[in-house]
């Protein structure tokens, strides 16, 4: 695909930009809890986020999240 490497450079501008209050909302966030539950996890990019503070994180979406991660249950 041309230009889609382009494209491919814009995607973490967009999540700074659009994630703007998802980054306030991980600041909020407690540290080394045991569980966190991510809701409308879409691709995972909070729920990955939400990984390296918690001990398990549960990515709930209407679709099931397809995440690779050994913290992260999808359903």
Do not use: W
Not at 38 to 53: E, H, K, N, P, W
Not at 57 to 72: G, M
């Amino acid at each position: 695909m041309q230009g889609f490497n382009d494209k491919l450079d814009r995607i973490p501008k967009f999540y700074c930009g659009a994630a703007t209050g998802g980054c306030d909302l991980l600041r909020l966030t407690p540290e080394s809890r045991s569980e966190a539950l991510d809701i409308g996890a879409r691709d995972g990019y909070f729920s990955l986020l939400l990984a390296d503070r918690f001990a398990k994180v549960t990515a709930l979406d209407l679709t099931e999240p397809d995440i690779q991660h050994p913290k992260i249950c999808c359903v």
